[in-house]
């Protein structure tokens, strides 16, 4: 069709042309390539037309009509993908979803296998396992997981430790250092406990459950005494069982697959520990305010945290 297209441009007459092409063993009739010419899309291509647009708009920043930069929702597979669209007001089916990112080659980003060791105190009496792989909450704060992982840079290796609510999923603190020492797990803490006060809901004493595993790091005198003097349960997992924290080695591995491995969030390698800090920043930021979590019915860690609160405190009924 659209060589008789090209030819009628030029001046030939479309019959002469179907004539030439079916004496060369190609069967066409004119009116075939009317039809052709007069048919109009179906509904089913412009529905999908307006869902690719859709995903595109959302997976990339536009100027001028070019792909100017990526956000976080390209990160996003077939079910999460479709959470955020109809959050947005598109009414979208799986299938439909599902055929569109096909055509658009889209598969959102998938895990890399890693091995994770930890290393022991080599001495000293560390705290018991407390949860037992039960990593549920009944309301924020009562039980935070934290562990750290470690990024390559040009300067040396950078180490990011991150501490987890359990019932938001919310990255509550997080800090990086060039160094493993006791202040990497320390300053998060104290910085945890900080932002629930400036959030305006204060850890209680006696209240919450501090789970890490068996690094020496988490058996420090420093750190369980502070977690004595603020009245939280110090809680480890035993050593080489990545199931015993199960919850946080996923926590890192996310944030190694959406945030160190891509560049989304930070463009070029990373040379130095302001590289990351730059963009674990970022990271955390959109983790915590936009990233749909499948764990918590598809919304945000802090919009989760908010609508718990909310139900706290239910709006006076009119008399």
Known sequence: MGFIDSMRSQGHAVESVCRVLREQGCQVAARTYRAWRRARPSARSVADAYVMNAVLAACYVWKDGIKDAATPVLLYGRRKMLVHLRRQGLEVSHTQLARCLNLLGHKGIRRAKTVRTTVQASAGVRADDLLGRNFTADAPDTVWVTDFTYVRTWAGFVYVAFILDVFSRRIVAWHAATSKHTDLVMTPLRMALWQRVRDGHP?????????????????????????????????????????????????????????????????????????????????????????????????????YEQAHYAALKPEPQPV
């Open 203 to 303: 850890v209680r004493a006696g209240t919450l459950i501090h789970h890490s595993d068996a690094g020496s790091q988490y058996t420090s005198i420093r750190l369980t005494g502070h977690l004595e003097l603020a009245e939280i349960a110090a809680s480890i997992g035993s050593v080489g069982d990545a199931l015993d924290n199960a919850m946080m080695e996923s926590g890192n591995g996310l944030y190694k697959t959406e945030c160190i491995r891509t560049t989304i969030f930070h463009q070029g390698p990373y040379k130095t520990l302001a590289d990351v800090e730059f963009a674990t920043a970022a990271w955390v930021d959109w983790y915590n305010h936009d990233r749909l979590h499948s764990g918590i019915g598809m919304v945000p860690p802090v919009e």
